[in-house]
């Protein structure tokens, strides 16, 4: 009987030893076909790419777009350079195989994944996944500064807000940050990161007084605009600004003789249309504003993103509807606009109309005041192409100052090679420099080199 089951268990082991073989031969037989199929994209011999596809994928593609796609990827990020070390890791239970791609301008990932017969289930190039940040965050310091609700009053619209306040300092100058697109909080919260929170925290510790308030379409969600009006951007964006100066004017804690706006993206578009409004600013400061129309960003924003994430004809579709909305932009007010095609996001004529009109470097042309134009090289919503618009338009008015970063982002986070979205899920602060910039052109005039 002890015979007998010491057999069992040798035979056990035995069975145990060979799947356990198979396994690992299979494992191996995966990663080699996983080499073969980039190397194949990469000669761009898409029947042999096909070959090693399961039934289901085979189905959903054609030779040709295997045999195309390294060409469309070169086109994009310049030529191909090298492959990394393969790779493997495990997700909801399979195996996935993988290298990172280094093209001129860009670096993707490859990944694969079998089915149990070893033929390929799933095969893509994809953003090579952001590492988590070493930056530390930045914090309150209440050594320096002192935090009060505030309320802004714009019509008939409450917005609440926060003042940051240095402390032990009289008639500070003051900061009011203005929004981006979209319903953003006070803090410009995107994920986990809070960019207006890092400036105002920073430029507090520096003396500077900030005003940041949650915007109207955050508060007020598709209300935003006055019964029987259709909205433009004064509605979105710049009569909240102003009644944030009037609500600075009539703080005694703070000087009115200078007060300085900040905008991000869509809100430094704006703050040339806010300072001409408003005539009583010392300054504006545009962080990543676009100097282009706004459609035009729209459009390549989308087609940016797609190339990276969806390669579908279902992408490419939306695509095309985009490209034919930012077209009939262009076509406001002229017999050729299509009321069929309609418009981007589904915003009222009103609001594009008003859009098309407003021309953002023109406006900063006729100002006196003392504007900082800062850039983030790394930025793809907002991109060098419009810092370049800028500069061309205003590089030769002494009240202009301009500064670019090769490490930032859109956020102003600090990165390394081209930005996606996904690097706006890492907590990652606003760099402290960019702080430290602001600060100093706002008390000398002067920027940092």
């Known amino acids: 009987m002890i015979m007998m089951r010491f057999q069992f268990i040798k035979l056990a082991i035995l069975i145990a030893m060979l799947l356990w073989g198979a396994l690992k031969t299979c494992a191996q037989e995966n990663e080699i076909c996983a080499r073969k199929l980039l190397d194949f ?23 040709a777009m295997f045999t195309e796609v390294f060409a469309q990827l070169e086109k994009q990020f310049g030529k191909y350079h090298s492959k990394g070390e393969w790779k493997k890791d495990t997700s909801a239970g399979q195996v996935l195989y993988y290298c990172d791609v280094q093209f001129e301008r860009y670096a993707l990932r490859f990944l694969t994944a079998f089915e149990p017969d ?23 310091n209440k050594d320096y500064l002192e935090e009060s609700a505030i309320e802004i009053v714009s019509g008939s619209y409450r917005l609440p807000g926060t003042l940051s306040l240095p402390k032990n300092m009289d008639k500070a100058p003051v900061v009011i940050l203005v929004h981006g697109s979209g319903p953003l909080d006070r803090d410009e919260t995107i ?26 379409t955050y508060v007020y969600g598709t209300k935003w605009m006055p019964a029987g009006k259709e909205g433009t951007y004064d509605d979105e964006t ?31 578009m704006l703050a040339p249309r ?35 994430t969806d390669s579908s004809e ?20 002229t017999d050729n606009y299509d009321t069929k095609v309609g418009l981007p996001f589904n915003l009222s004529t009103t609001y594009w109309q008003f859009a098309k009109d407003y021309k953002q470097v023109k406006t900063a042309v006729k100002l006196t005041l003392p504007i900082l134009i800062l850039q983030g090289e790394r930025d793809y919503q907002v991109t060098m192409e419009d810092f370049k618009a800028w500069n061309a338009g205003l590089s030769h008015h002494e009240n202009v100052s301009f500064k670019s970063y090769p490490k ?42």
């Open 41 to 63: 994209i990469v000669a761009g011999q898409g029947d042999s790419v096909c070959i090693h596809l399961s039934d289901d994928a085979r189905a959903k593609v054609s030779p």
């Open 274 to 308: 806010i300072a001409q409004r408003a005539k009583v600013l010392r300054g504006i400061v545009l962080l990543s504003g676009n100097a282009r129309p706004l459609e035009d960003l729209i459009l390549e924003q989308v087609t940016s993103i797609s190339s990276l």
């Open 118 to 140: 070893g033929k390929a289930n799933t095969i893509r190039f994809m953003p090579i996944p952001a590492t988590p940040a070493t930056v530390a965050p930045i914090s309150s």
């Open 408 to 449: 930032l982002n859109h956020l102003y986070q600090e990165g390394n090679g081209k930005s996606t979205p996904s690097e706006y899920a890492l907590a990652i602060p606003v760099a402290k420099y960019v702080v430290e910039d602001i600060a100093n052109w706002i008390k000398t005039g002067k920027v940092n080199e």
């Open 314 to 333: 279902v992408a490419k579709m939306q695509i095309e509807l985009i490209r034919s909305q930012v077209a009939n932009v262009k076509k406001l007010g």
């Open 238 to 268: 710049v009569d909240d600004a102003l009644a944030a100066i009037e609500w600075v004017k009539k703080n005694p804690s703070l000087d009115a003789k200078r007060i300085y706006v900040v905008g991000h993206s869509l809100g430094g």
């Open 191 to 216: 994920g986990p990161n809070k960019p207006f929170r890092d400036l105002a925290w920073g430029l507090s510790e520096q003396g500077i007084a900030v005003v940041r308030y949650d915007k109207r």
